[in-house]
């Protein structure tokens, strides 16, 4: 074993060993303490209105705005769940808005990744020009854009429709970069091996980087899904069919046309928010580790 010394401390084979920690001083108590203060009170400011809201759905519609103000109601009310839930339309406008958010997140992805692996490997005219204007649309705000994209969508006669919603907005600069530079970091020897195998581009995409893009993908996907999830003036513009509305369409519909029910309208706002919720729940290990890994590299 080989055994190395230095002034400090002795390494042996290749480990450090483990240092006490050093006793703490009253000043670095009252920092710790003052850093657990601070960081739950973060934490109730952060989760009260989802608290308030959650609650709030099993209220009557009185107890929601009375004064003075309680947190919890009087009488438990299940009955605004199981009425919202019991609502025909609000049943059929979340199975509208989930699949039109699966079909624009998988339509996303596939356009992003393909002009990302363009971007990150292949050479041809122009590309740094072209590269240059794509990353310049991510400065544009989308409102400045509006009336123009309305006025594309008329004549292509896409208002009223899923495309509508699913089409505009797929192509994403931000989403490109993101990929792009995920790929940058694929080392380029996998290709040369799959070149000498005789595979082409499109197969080398298809068999080695979609392989390898679980990463970018699953934080791309799930930004995708919420925006879709979550937008609400495009849908107020292009949309009119009662049918074909998005879920923050129906709560401002309901909003306006039941403005006093506002124990049913947090429940329903609760069941809007659960899909959310649910995926970041589930993805929220890779979301952080992959954009930790991005801000690394």
Do not use: H
Not at 32 to 41: R, S, T, Y
Not at 171 to 193: D, G, H, W
Not at 229 to 239: A, E, G, K, M, Q
Not at 269 to 277: G, I, Q, R, T, W
Request: net charge positive.
């Amino acid at each position: 074993m080989a055994i190395v010394q230095d002034t400090t401390r002795i390494v042996l084979a290749g480990k450090e060993p483990q240092r006490k920690p050093l006793p703490r001083t009253p000043g670095s108590w009252l920092v710790l303490i003052g850093k657990g203060i601070a960081g739950l009170l973060f934490l109730v400011a952060a989760l009260f209105p989802l608290a308030w809201m959650v609650i709030a759905g099993f209220k009557s519609k009185t107890e929601v705005i009375q004064t003075p103000f309680q947190f919890f109601p009087e009488v438990w009310k299940w009955e605004n769940y199981v009425q919202i839930l019991s609502d025909p339309t609000f049943t059929l406008t979340m199975g509208w808005t989930f699949m039109g958010a699966v079909l624009f997140t998988l339509l996303s992805l596939t356009i992003n990744s393909l002009a990302a692996y363009a971007f990150a490997r292949l050479e041809f005219r122009f590309k740094k020009t072209i590269w240059t204007i794509v990353i310049t649309t991510m400065f544009i705000p989308a409102m400045t854009i509006l009336l123009t994209s309305f006025i594309v969508v008329t004549k292509l006669s896409m208002l009223d429709t899923l495309a509508v919603l699913v089409l505009p907005g797929a192509a994403s600069a931000a989403t490109v970069f993101f990929i792009r530079q995920f790929y940058l970091n694929i080392p380029a020897s996998l290709e040369e091996a799959a070149m000498l195998d005789g595979c082409g581009r499109f197969a080398i995409f298809v068999r080695i980087f979609l392989p390898l893009s679980k990463p970018p993908f699953v934080v791309m996907g799930i930004t995708a899904f919420l925006a879709y999830w979550n937008s609400y003036v495009w849908p107020i513009l292009t949309i009119t069919s009662p049918e074909r509305f998005v879920v923050q369409q129906y709560l401002a519909t309901f909003r306006s046309e039941r403005s006093t029910e506002l124990g049913l309208l947090m429940a329903g706002s609760v069941l809007a928010a659960a899909p959310v919720v649910i995926l970041f729940l589930i993805f929220q290990r890779q979301i952080i580790g992959n954009i930790k890994m991005a801000g690394l590299k």
